[in-house]
């Protein structure tokens, strides 16, 4: 009985933190990502997303880069020892 008491007590606890932490902040959002100011979309959140943004572009032409290369690598004759 006492367990099950404890446990209402810390589901109450975290119910309520929860409730205050998560405001509704999509009208905030919305706004933000509608305004007419010639920033492309996926980088109207800031900072962050303009580095996310740099890091995918670094990732993805380096891994392009690396497979083109070992593709020519693997298309010429090898000596075999």
Known sequence: MRALRI???LVRG??????????NRVAEKQKLF???NDIPVHLK????DNLLYRLTMLLCT????YTL???GW???P???S
């Open 7 to 9: 446990s209402q007590a």
């Open 74 to 76: 693997a298309s010429f």
């Open 69 to 71: 290369y070992f593709l």
């Open 62 to 65: 380096g891994g392009t880069i």
């Open 78 to 80: 090898h000596k075999k």
């Open 14 to 23: 975290f119910s309520n933190s929860a409730r205050n932490r998560f405001e």
């Open 34 to 36: 509608q305004e007419d």
């Open 45 to 48: 959140g800031g900072g962050m």
